[in-house]
């Protein structure tokens, strides 16, 4: 009998939906790989404990476990993408996320490019 392990996941708790900008770069080319077309996108996000949310992600990696970003669309439905590759960055004393992610190509259409001031807060 198998087990089926369920995804770490991370989920922004409060701000607006994630900003995601397609990306273009030759790597993300050999994670595309599935039934369903995808895309690889990034977006930033902001967290009181970035070092420990880098660390669920590698952890969940180094186990080969999936590990999703979890997070409120415009429309107040929840949504999850799987993280790819993640980097912490420090932006005026404020831990910043820097998240790759999975999409299908048809769950994206229409939220590139909405942008708001401020990050979404994730925990």
Not at 68 to 90: N, P
Request: glycine share 8%.
């Amino acid at each position: 009998m198998s087990e089926t392990i369920d995804p770490e996941q991370i989920t922004i708790i409060e701000g607006p939906t994630p900003e995601f900008h397609i990306v273009g770069d030759p790597w993300t080319m050999s994670i595309l790989e599935g039934a369903a077309p995808y895309v690889i996108a990034t977006c930033q996000v902001r967290s009181f404990n970035g070092k420990k949310l880098i660390e669920r992600c590698e952890r969940a990696w180094g186990n080969k476990n999936v590990i999703r970003l979890d997070y409120r669309q415009i429309d107040g439905l929840r949504r999850q993408v799987d993280i790819i590759a993640a980097r912490l960055d420090q932006v005026d004393g404020v831990d910043v996320l820097n998240l790759w992610v999975r999409h299908k190509m048809k769950t994206l259409m229409g939220r590139v490019g909405e942008s708001s001031d401020d990050l979404p807060l994730i925990d």
